[in-house]
């Protein structure tokens, strides 16, 4: 008899009934921001990315923070497959970068990833992603000397560096022009190749709207799924 398959075969991400209120007067539920009655996310093996889009205040960056486990929920449940339970990477708007140079910042990433490395491995990853994110020419600059679209370059690699199984980024695209917006398509799409599951926000339509696998949108406090053909 074939073996039943469990829940963490069947999908990467499972949601039942998740909702969240805004706080509010303690005896009072809070208004209702989002509810999810059900949702199974696999990505497409190697391709593409989800695009969460919304209106201002919808609840994006809300529910990327319920899914990346930084911020309880207010009733629902919800599931990350195994391997990737607990490794789940968001990435702020606006990334804190840690107050050395831009190679320092990579060095401590590597410092302190989930899998041990040795030394000489955690130095040829910080070459390797001073180069994946064409910072090779500002590793020792100062990292808040960076300009806005160099930064969020440092954060991705940083984040990067550990290949988390899953990374949310929330609006990633915000700060960046438009040829910044289509390098860091590409490299979403190298990162997707990799085997890395990406969900992203943003309210606008550019290079990461066209990439994207599936498009999820929140309006009227639910969730809008959109499976992209192709
Ligand atoms: N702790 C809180 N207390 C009260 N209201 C909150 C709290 N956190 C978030 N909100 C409200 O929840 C709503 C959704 O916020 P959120 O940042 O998730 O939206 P968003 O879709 O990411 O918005 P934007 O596109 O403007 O970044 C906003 O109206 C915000 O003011």
């Not at 990346?68 to 009733?75: F, H, I, K, L, N």
């Not at 899998?115 to 994946?132: F, K, T």
């Amino acid at each position: 008899m074939p073996k039943p398959r469990t829940l963490a075969e069947e999908s990467l991400l499972w949601v039942r009934d998740l909702q969240y209120r805004l706080p509010d007067a303690p005896t009072s539920p809070g208004r209702l921001l989002w509810q999810i009655p059900s949702l199974e996310w696999t990505p497409d093996p190697r391709r593409g990315w989800v695009h969460l889009s919304g209106d201002n205040g919808s609840g994006k960056t809300t529910l990327l923070r319920v899914l990346a486990g930084m911020q309880p929920a207010s009733g629902g449940e919800l599931r990350w497959q195994k391997g990737a339970a607990g490794q789940i990477r968001y990435l702020h708007q606006q990334p804190y970068l840690f107050d050395t140079s831009v190679a320092g910042n990579l060095v401590l990433a590597a410092r302190w990833q989930p899998q041990r490395r040795s030394a000489g491995e955690q130095r040829d990853q910080v070459e390797a992603m001073l180069e994946w994110s064409g910072l090779s020419e500002h590793a020792r600059q100062p990292a808040r000397s960076l300009s806005g679209g160099e930064r969020a370059r440092l954060a991705l690699a940083r984040a990067w560096l550990s290949r988390p199984p899953v990374l949310l980024l929330d609006e990633p695209a915000a700060n960046l022009d438009q040829a910044a917006v289509e390098q860091l398509a590409i490299r979403l799409e190298q990162m997707s190749q990799a085997g890395c599951a990406v969900i992203l926000s943003s309210h606008q339509d550019n290079a990461l709207s066209h990439g994207c696998t599936a498009r999820w949108t929140l309006a009227e406090v639910s969730l809008h799924t959109e499976r992209m053909p192709g």
